[in-house]
């Protein structure tokens, strides 16, 4: 009986495929798919003419097809199913039979009835994909946390669950995971990669590093650091003043000259000139102990054509030899042209050791059609293990990207036996800015242990083994490890004497790196512990002659040591074998000694006010070990600094920074252009209601520096007034403009300065002279206006008497302005800036003159910050909507059929003043002295602080004309701002 219930409602469960609507055959499919194949029913397929209906169970009609009659006559289907009925009261096509069947083999419908049992109970088991532990929970019980945590389901369910978490684990280890789109684009080869996006632009070796943490730019052939993606302004400023910054200077070109010490002086001396300062013959630097630096001119172009500021160092003398070797550091914007003008100077015009071009990987061989085919089609490419390993060069690419790689590194000559070389991106140098710098370099460097062979005769493929066999080369290695543990006993780097150069052999600075990042502070026991009196020589003195040698002079040390670099998993490796875990490795490998050159570099040398701030150490390294030392001083705490905070470094200094203020130069006018033009960009891309209108803020060129227009218009004033001051100014020469009265006087045109405003015939004939404007380098003449400019109490400065002696001292009068001006004509004065209430100067301020009513009124009150400037009046902006409306007419010429002039339109834009600009000096109320190229606010003295240029001209006016209690006063004013502040300036030299 039982056995006939169960096929009963087995069979009812069935629906037919033709009676179902799509919605339900899709559900009936979910909920069938699990099942097995044996207890799938069909639909019947007889057709009307009473054929016999397909027989299952080895032909045996079904038990259940037997109906009783007793059903119909009650009114019901015989074979009724929910939601389905199979035929009605009478038989027909689609009814069941109800006739029993004759016979029934037991065996077979045993067999056939215990299959469907068996199909029955494995579907019922058997979980779905989308079933869970906790389906049976009712629905306001489940919570979305019973997926990971067991303990919130119930504890009859706990169990289960946790087999289920087991089990998923389990699959999910096995399977892996697919990669997401960033690991499916990564290339296969890295470094091949790496090698392809540097062909246009060079990378450091520290690249990588930078790329994670800077955001970077891409100048001069490389692609640099230039700010931090975190705030950090106020920390580096912090670690420069009190600790250490760290910066990646390997961008800067290594020119090296080799020859006779009489005929480089000689060649060299065509470049430089006593007035700037010291030059390659200068007896400290020359002799080695010392780093210099000199203003590179044209040769016999002095004062004019200057090529820029360049660093140099000579190798200390070996023996009676007169063989010298010279390095010159310079910018990569400058490099071409100093090697031009050395290779001319010094006749070097046949090159040697042509660079070899580099080595690109090559495309791989395209696939043939036979190994296509083979290739399964969907699946994801991969190569083989080994495949094309031996066509494609994996070797790091090392070398200058200022330069096409077909072009020689090295030049000869034959008439003079000087040979320049090339050293760009072979001697890496970092530099560390700060007090503390020493304290970093004595807890990261290891002097070289000894590492001499076992017999004479043996050889060794590395460098430091042959040079510990002779007994004066281990004698001075000494002596420098003597010397540089000294640097221990140093309160702060600023007691070395500046530009001392300290030659050093150390370990692999990776093999003492620290386990975790700390900031190193000077220790007091090693303060004491040191020898005194040799600290005292040591600030005193320096460091000797003798102690500036160093092994990294040689070009084949130096690329020993680049090619036998132990690798970070070979390293790694060894480590791993230690017996005792974070021990050093003992003894030390022989290729892990590392010749180094420190440099000492000097803070600020110019003023009276923060001596020596900002100084600090640099180290130059062959290249290849740029990562191996920069790792282990990023664990000594140091900050890491970009181009912009090598800015502000120089800003602090009051020094001015290569390229972006040197305008006299080839390398600083293409910065100028670049910046002009990057800045105009950035302008036009904001909307006009967004931007300032520059032309009513009386600013004629907001985004450079007219130097040139500037020059030519105080010549022309001081040629047509003579002597006298141009000090009349239209509309408010007796009283300064107040703050209630220049919003009111807004004047319909430019105002001009009275009877000194060069006029337009003027500017045209001054431009067709071949004099160009130049910036005041000569160091007699820099004390002299020093003096003259005497500056009064205000934030961040004291009261100090003129510099010189008081009997030796002249004074300011017509005669020695006039000689002055005579020899020093079109020229610019390098300045600085401070503020004395509140205000934050920006680039491409204005430096004015104030009238002696602004004078009279900063007397009478201390609180007055300064006048303001009138509005003035855009009479481009009619004309600019013009040309917006003539270019939608243009579009639709049937509306007009005058149409505009198609030559000015790209000329004007709104809010900035077209070429040619009117007079620079007195367009605004306050005669324009010069403009500001640095400007920002000064954490080291807390008020506002700005570099710039002013015109000679001006500034013998100006000082002429002021009493002498307020001598040296100025105006500054922002761009995009109306109101003046008064600024103290200062010549420092």
């Known amino acids: 009986a039982w056995f006939g219930e169960l096929h009963h409602v087995l069979f009812n469960v069935h629906i037919s495929d033709e009676d179902m609507s799509g919605a339900k055959e899709r559900m009936h499919k979910k909920k069938m798919r699990n099942q097995p194949s044996n207890v799938t029913f069909p639909s019947p397929g007889w057709d009307s003419a009473g054929d016999e209906r397909p027989k299952r ?60 049992v068996n199909a029955m109970l494995k ?29 919130r389901l119930p504890r009859r369910l706990r169990a289960v669950a946790k087999k289920t978490l087991e089990k998923t684990s389990q699959q999910k280890k096995e399977q892996s995971k697919s990669k997401s789109r960033r690991a499916r684009r990564r290339h296969g080869n890295l470094l091949l990669e790496f090698n392809r996006r540097q062909r246009k632009n060079m990378w450091l070796e520290t690249h990588i590093w930078h790329a994670k943490r800077f955001h970077m730019v891409k100048k001069w052939g490389y692609c640099l650091g230039d700010r931090p993606t975190y705030k950090c302004y106020r920390a580096c400023f912090r670690a ?30 065509q470049l430089t000139n006593k007035e700037t300062g010291p030059t390659f013959a200068a007896a400290a630097c020359l002799s080695g102990r010392r780093q210099g630096t000199v203003y590179v001119y044209k040769a016999d172009q002095f004062p004019d054509q200057l090529l820029g500021q360049v660093l140099f160092m000579w190798r200390p003398k070996t023996g009676a030899s007169d063989h010298r070797q010279l390095w010159i550091w310079a910018h990569p914007s400058l490099k071409q042209d100093l090697l031009t003008e050395l290779q001319s100077v010094c006749q070097c015009s046949e090159p040697i050791n042509p660079r070899a071009p580099e080595a690109h990987p090559a495309p791989a061989p395209c696939p043939t059609e036979s190994a ?272 912009q905070v090598g800015l502000k470094h120089s800003q602090n200094k009051g020094t001015s920074h290569f390229p972006n203020d040197f305008p006299d130069c080839p390398a600083g006018v293409q910065f100028l252009k670049e910046q002009e033009t990057q800045l105009t960009d950035d302008y036009k891309r904001r909307p006009p209601a967004k931007r300032p209108n520059y032309i009513k803020h009386g600013c004629l060129a907001p985004f450079c520096c007219p130097w040139q227009q500037l020059a030519e218009e105080w010549e022309i004033i001081v040629s047509d007034c003579g002597a006298e001051q141009p000090a009349s100014v239209k509309g408010g020469q007796g009283s300064p403009a107040g703050p209630q009265g220049s919003e009111e006087a807004c004047s319909g045109a430019p105002s001009t300065v009275e009877g000194f405003a060069p006029q337009p015939e003027d500017l045209a004939a001054n431009s067709n002279a071949e004099t160009k404007f130049k910036v005041l380098r000569n ?74 009513g602004d004078l009279q009124q900063l007397c009478k009150d201390q609180a007055y910050c300064g006048p303001l400037e009138p509005r003035h009046t855009d009479h481009f902006k009619h004309k600019v909507k013009q040309l917006k409306k003539g270019d939608h007419k243009k579009l639709h010429p049937e509306k007009t059929s005058q149409a505009p002039d198609p030559a000015s339109a790209p000329t004007l834009t709104l809010g900035l003043w077209p ?20 400007g920002d606010f000064s954490l080291s003295t807390g008020c506002g602080e700005a570099l710039g240029f002013v015109s000679l001209t001006g500034l013998f006016h100006m000082l002429s004309s002021q009493p002498a209690e307020k001598r040296g006063l100025v105006l500054v004013r922002n761009a995009a701002s109306l109101q003046y502040r008064f600024a103290k300036l200062n010549i420092e030299v």
Not at 128 to 142: C, D, I, N, Y
């Open 123 to 151: 579907a019922v088991t058997k979980t779905t994909g989308s079933a869970h532990v906790f389906g049976p929970l009712p629905k306001h019980m489940r919570r979305r946390a019973m997926s990971h945590n067991v303990k």
């Open 240 to 269: 420069m003043t009190n600790h250490c910054l760290l910066q990646d200077l390997s961008y800067y070109c290594c020119v090296e000259l080799q020859g006779e010490e009489d005929k480089l002086l000689s060649a060299l001396s």
């Open 57 to 116: 169970h080895g032909g045996q009609t079904p038990m259940h097809d037997r109906r009783n009659d007793d059903s119909n006559s009650q009114g019901q289907s015989p074979s009724w199913t929910r939601g389905h009925h199979w035929g009605g009261s009478e038989r027909g096509p689609r009814g069941y039979s109800q006739e029993l069947p004759k016979y029934i083999t037991a065996s077979v419908f045993a067999r056939a009835r215990a299959a469907e």
């Open 779 to 852: 160091k007699k003449v820099l004390r002299q206006l020093s003096a003259w400019c005497r500056p009064i109490s205000a934030k961040g400065q004291r009261a100090r008497k003129p510099a010189g002696c008081p009997q030796q001292q002249q004074q300011l009068s017509s005669q020695v302005a006039a000689s002055l001006l005579a020899a020093h004509c079109r020229s610019l004065v390098w300045t600085r800036l401070s503020l004395l209430k509140k205000g934050r100067p920006t680039l491409h301020a204005m430096i004015c003159i104030p009238t002696p």
């Open 372 to 643: 296509a085919e083979e290739k399964p089609i969907g699946k994801k490419r991969k190569r083989a293990d080994g495949e094309g390993l031996a066509s494609v060069s994996v070797k790091k690419i090392i070398g200058d990207g200022t330069c096409p790689p077909n072009k020689p590194v090295s030049w000869n000559s034959k008439t003079t036996g000087i040979v320049i070389s090339d050293l760009t991106m072979e001697i890496l140098r970092y530099r560390l800015i700060g007090p503390l710098s020493h304290c970093i370099l004595t807890d990261t460097l290891r002097p070289a242990t000894d590492s001499k062979l076992a017999g004479a005769t043996v050889s060794s493929c590395f460098w430091w083994p042959e040079h510990c066999m002779n007994d004066n080369n281990m004698l001075l290695h000494h002596q420098q490890a003597d010397m540089f543990q000294l640097f221990s006993g140093v309160c702060s780097t600023a007691e070395i004497p500046a530009g001392t150069v300290l030659g050093l052999t150390v370990d692999d600075p990776r093999l003492t790196i620290p386990k975790k990042r700390s900031k190193v502070m000077p220790d007091t026991e090693q303060l004491q512990g040191v020898d005194a009196e040799k600290v005292r020589s040591l600030t005193l003195q320096g460091v000797p002659v003798e102690y500036a040698e160093s092994s990294l002079w040689d070009q084949a040390v130096r690329d020993n040591v680049t090619q036998n670099k132990i690798s970070e998993q070979e390293l790694n490796r060894m480590k791993s074998e230690l017996l005792v875990p974070g021990s050093q490795l003992s003894p030390i490998p022989s290729q892990s000694r590392v010749p180094i050159l420190l440099v000492q570099q000097p803070g600020k040398q110019v003023g009276e006010e923060r001596a020596s701030w900002g100084t600090g150490w640099d180290i130059l390294l062959p290249k290849g070990w740029g990562m191996a030392f920069w790792v282990p001083l990023i664990y000594r705490g140091v900050r890491v600094g970009g181009l």
């Open 915 to 934: 070429e040619p600009l009117p007079s620079v000096t007195s367009h605004c109320s306050r005669v324009t002295l010069g403009f500001v190229t640095q």
